[in-house]
């Protein structure tokens, strides 16, 4: 069982982008939700071809680890400066708070609803990204408002899992995040005054296309060093992981764009080709169906869940858009917003080892989220590109009248 696990789940990666191009000619869905199906059909919800294995989960782990590397590195601080960054976190505040208040109210204890505020707090960035990136927003004031909601969606909660679900004291919880926080941001400054270290980056570029990959071996350095700094310091992994994708984004400005390029295409290579399909689709197979089918009274909280994203999560992200704003780009914001999946399937996870929530609760938070991320970027998008004709129509009217 073990040797077919290892043979179908990468054949399933391979299967899961053709199946995406196939339905993309009618409907737009994220790779992510082919991914996750693919995994619970193959695995004990369904057919039990695929079962968790001690190497399939070690692989999924640092699958998540990359994914949320790449959603640390691919965030420019420099766009998002100011007026977003600041707004996208006083947002996430009032989620955060507003969530977890009303989670406390709700469940039988302070972590369960601690558990409930955070999942409702959390924003998939690596996922509205490759969105934004294939419309050509990135650039836009839309776009940069995006990011930042999506970067404080992510660095917050995983903060919030170091603080609240660390199983130490607050007050102990809140002194370890302070050093790690020293040593990540006194890393991030390092790398910033030596604008990319011109000497390394003269050896990366030497070693691009050799058997020397520095600039890769560097990379994965980096974020073995964060991440075993998180778990040291007995925090969440994936904080670690978030912050070294922005100490390399700091650390390779020094580098031509031909080199960040290469390199940057050799790491989506690395995660995208191989580990994040391994999380996503490791994630279906430990997808646990049946405890939903034996507790049907858990799926009322599915729509629930979706509605609690946009209310207590989109609702607030209308603080960053830009001025001046349509309607229809607010409303596309709350549903970007909104958008949550990864950080949904890590703070259930802990929940569910720390007795805090039930399988079946939790399948039903994974299934809003993935809910979520199949619906919301989707209207999002409609949202803009109604926002884009309508600015396109004004123009050429204007170009008439003149």
Same mark, same amino acid.
């Given at each position: 069982?073990?040797?077919?696990s290892?043979f179908?789940?990468?054949?399933?990666?391979?299967?899961?982008?053709?199946?995406?191009?196939?339905?993309?000619?009618v409907a737009?869905v994220?790779?992510?939700?082919?991914?996750?199906?693919l995994?619970i059909?193959?695995g004990?919800?369904?057919?039990?071809?695929?079962?968790?294995?001690?190497?399939?989960?070690?692989?999924s782990q640092?699958?998540l680890?990359m994914?949320f590397?790449?959603?640390?590195?691919?965030i420019?601080?420099?766009?998002?400066k100011?007026?977003?960054?600041?707004?996208?976190?006083?947002?996430?505040?009032i989620?955060i708070?507003?969530?977890?208040?009303l989670?406390?109210?709700?469940a039988?204890?302070?972590d369960?609803g601690?558990?409930?505020?955070?999942?409702?707090?959390s924003?998939a960035?690596?996922?509205?990204?490759?969105?934004?990136?294939?419309?050509?927003?990135l650039?836009?004031?839309?776009g940069r408002?995006?990011?930042?909601?999506?970067?404080?969606g992510?660095?917050g909660?995983?903060?919030?899992? &170091?603080?609240?679900?660390?199983?130490?004291d607050?007050?102990?919880?809140?002194?370890?995040?302070?050093?790690?926080?020293?040593?990540?941001?006194?890393?991030?400054?390092?790398?910033?005054?030596?604008?990319?270290?011109?000497r390394?980056?003269?050896?990366?570029?030497?070693?691009l296309?050799s058997s020397?990959?520095?600039?890769?071996?560097?990379?994965?350095a980096?974020?073995?060093?964060?991440?075993?700094?998180?778990?040291?310091?007995?925090?969440?992994m994936?904080?670690?992981?978030?912050?070294?994708?922005?100490?390399?984004?700091?650390?390779a400005?020094?580098?031509?764009?031909q080199?960040?390029?290469?390199v940057?295409?050799?790491i989506?290579?690395? &995660?995208?080709?191989?580990l994040?399909?391994?999380?996503?689709i490791?994630t279906g197979?430990?997808f646990?169906?049946?405890?939903?089918?034996?507790?049907?009274?858990h799926?009322?909280?599915?729509p629930?869940?979706?509605v609690?994203?946009?209310?207590?999560?989109g609702?607030?992200?209308?603080?960053?858009?830009?001025?001046g704003?349509?309607?229809?780009d607010?409303?596309?914001?709350?549903?970007?917003?909104?958008?949550?999946?990864?950080?949904?399937?890590?703070?259930?996870t802990?929940?569910?080892?720390?007795h805090?929530i039930?399988d079946?609760?939790?399948?039903?938070l994974v299934?809003?989220?993935?809910? &979520?991320?199949?619906?919301?970027p989707?209207l999002?998008?409609?949202?803009?590109?109604?926002?884009?004709?309508?600015?396109?129509?004004?123009?050429?009217?204007?170009?008439?009248?003149?």
């Open positions: 069982m073990d040797t077919l290892l179908l789940v990468p054949l399933l990666a391979v299967v899961a982008p053709i199946l995406a191009a196939i339905v993309g000619r737009l994220p790779l992510v939700v082919f991914e996750i199906v995994g059909v193959v004990p919800s369904l057919l039990g071809w695929v079962h968790s294995t001690d190497v399939l989960a070690f692989l640092i699958g680890a994914l590397f790449v959603a640390g590195s691919e420019d601080f420099a766009a998002i100011g007026h977003p960054i600041r707004f996208a976190g006083l947002a996430w505040l989620a708070v507003v969530g977890v208040g989670g406390i109210l709700v039988p204890n302070v369960t601690v558990v409930i505020g955070i999942a409702v707090a924003t960035l690596g996922t509205i990204l490759p969105t934004l990136r294939d419309a050509g927003e650039g836009t004031p839309f408002s995006i990011t930042a909601i999506g970067a404080m992510e660095f909660p995983l903060l919030a899992i &170091s603080l609240f679900l660390s199983g130490r607050l007050g102990v919880s809140l002194v370890v995040v302070i050093i790690f926080a020293v040593a990540a941001v006194g890393s991030i400054l390092l790398a910033a005054r030596g604008r990319g270290f011109q390394p980056q003269r050896f990366i570029t030497a070693t296309h020397g990959q520095f600039a890769i071996r560097l990379i994965l980096i974020l073995a060093a964060l991440v075993a700094l998180s778990i040291v310091l007995g925090l969440d994936l904080l670690g992981a978030f912050v070294a994708g922005v100490l390399w984004r700091i650390f400005s020094g580098a031509t764009p080199a960040r390029e290469s940057e295409s050799k989506e290579a690395i &995660s995208f080709g191989f994040v399909p391994i999380f996503f490791t197979v430990n646990n169906l049946h405890s939903l089918i034996d507790a049907p009274r799926l009322i909280y599915v629930i869940f979706l609690a994203l946009l209310v207590l999560r609702l607030p992200s209308l603080l960053v858009v830009p001025k704003s349509s309607w229809a607010r409303r596309a914001t709350v549903l970007f917003g909104a958008t949550s999946l990864p950080i949904i399937i890590a703070v259930t802990i929940g569910v080892q720390r805090l039930d079946a609760f939790a399948t039903a299934t809003a989220g993935m809910l &979520s991320v199949i619906i919301f989707l999002g998008m409609s949202q803009r590109r109604r926002q884009l004709a309508r600015e396109a129509q004004q123009e050429l009217m204007a170009e008439d009248d003149s």
